[in-house]
């Protein structure tokens, strides 16, 4: 497998190709250079370098083998490795690893040296540009010869620029009409020859022309967008109030009495007695369906439970036994209240017990023993109650 050309490739496009378990190729960007020596320029290009410690696998390689010889990741990596052992027998040996044109690899002093082709350049931005050549300046020597030579000798040597006889001045003759005498003109043609008044009126007449041209379009449209437009009614103005040809449809009213309405029954409606009758009485608030996909909560004013005549004389003993089933535990009285009427109607000799960090709690029934109360317990969630045992 020829791993050099993958590499070139790579490097072509990447700035870091790591071979693994061997080293890493690293790119870096080198501007243009002018040879003074060999008088030429050097276009722009990436110089190599090798660094043998890179040696962990980032699996940049391996995938350019994979899709280049169409095989499986572990077989591009067992692939890599056979090459790698062939590269290290060799510089074991002090050969030399030819790479092609991206260079070559050799050991000196214990150490993988690489040495970049010459004539390779892999920056692809500099792609078909190549060395210019160039014409060097006078050496100084020659310079400084020139200088030094007498003052006579570069007058003699001298050719003077103009030669022949140098021409005199042309006279131009100009008759006037009437006249049989001609007034000479001397012709100087450094001297300016100012504008004339001709051409300065004829100026000014061609910038009236422009303001004038400037001037209708806007004394148009300040007649045409206030007339023509609803500018003035809306405060408002669209782009097409620019064009004067397009036709305006004329406003028309159509009174509103004229429209026919098609009559509705109206559905009837129940009454607040009838939509509450079926309602628990455990329910706080109600949803009143306003329409197919609109409800409105309404929170329903219920009146304090009654309380039946209690015992008072056996509540007071059954407070004195140590045990009791606890149904509840409400931060509102009135909820408690009516935990008991319903445990009550259901034949248990259920009160409010007492209250604690806020919370009046009921109890369902009161004994002496801590089996009894468990024995309740278990009846009371049977009964599809949940509770606990408290002991005072």
């Known amino acids: 497998m020829e791993l ?20 890493g190729f690293i790119a870096n960007y080198r501007s243009a250079v002018i040879d003074r020596a060999n008088k030429r320029i050097l276009p722009p290009a990436k110089n190599i370098l090798f660094n043998a410690k890179l040696t962990n696998n980032d699996g940049l390689l391996a995938n350019a083998v994979v899709q280049a010889m169409r095989c499986t990741y572990p077989e591009a990596l067992n692939q890599i490795s056979t090459d790698v052992a062939d590269w290290s027998a060799q510089l074991a040996k002090g050969l030399r690893i030819d790479l092609g044109e991206l260079g070559f690899l050799y050991q000196q002093d214990n150490r993988i040296v690489f040495e970049q082709g010459r004539d390779l350049n892999l920056l692809l931005q500099a792609y078909g540009l190549s060395n210019v050549q160039f014409v060097a300046v006078k050496e100084k020597k020659e310079i400084a010869s020139a200088i030094q030579e007498p003052v006579s000798e570069r007058v003699a040597n001298h050719k003077p620029v103009l030669e022949g006889p140098v021409k005199e001045k042309e006279t131009v003759v100009i008759e006037l009409a009437g006249r049989a005498a001609a007034v000479p003109i001397e012709k100087n043609e450094e001297s300016q020859t100012p504008v004339s008044e001709i051409e300065q009126s004829r100026r000014r007449g061609r910038w009236k022309y422009i303001a004038a041209a400037a001037a209708i379009p806007f004394l148009f449209y300040s007649y045409w967008i206030p007339v023509e437009t609803d500018f003035i009614e809306t405060g408002k ?19 509103r009495l004229e429209t026919t309405f098609e009559p509705f029954e109206k559905p009837e409606v129940e009454t ?38 209690v015992n008072e004389q056996a509540i007071s003993e059954n407070a004195e036994l140590p045990y009791h089933v606890i149904g509840g535990c409400f931060s509102v009285s009135s909820n408690a209240d009516q935990l008991v009427v319903d445990l009550q109607k259901q034949g248990y000799q259920a009160h409010v017990l007492d209250q604690k960090n806020g919370l009046h ?25 949940s509770g606990w045992v408290l002991k005072k």
């Open 361 to 385: 709690r009921v109890s369902s029934g009161d004994y002496a023993t801590r089996s009894e109360a468990r024995k309740a317990l278990k009846a009371f969630k049977d009964a599809g109650f």
């Open 272 to 309: 607040w007695e009838t939509l509450t009758s079926e309602i628990s009485e455990h329910v706080e608030v109600y949803n009143y369906a306003l329409a197919d996909d609109f409800y409105i909560p309404i929170r329903l004013e219920k009146e304090e439970p009654s309380v039946g005549p």
């Open 237 to 255: 103005i669209q782009m097409a109030d620019f064009n004067p040809i397009k036709t305006t449809p004329d406003r028309s009213y159509q009174s």
């Open 4 to 23: 050099a050309k993958h590499i070139e490739i790579l490097l072509q496009s990447h700035n870091c190709v790591i071979v693994p378990d061997f080293g």
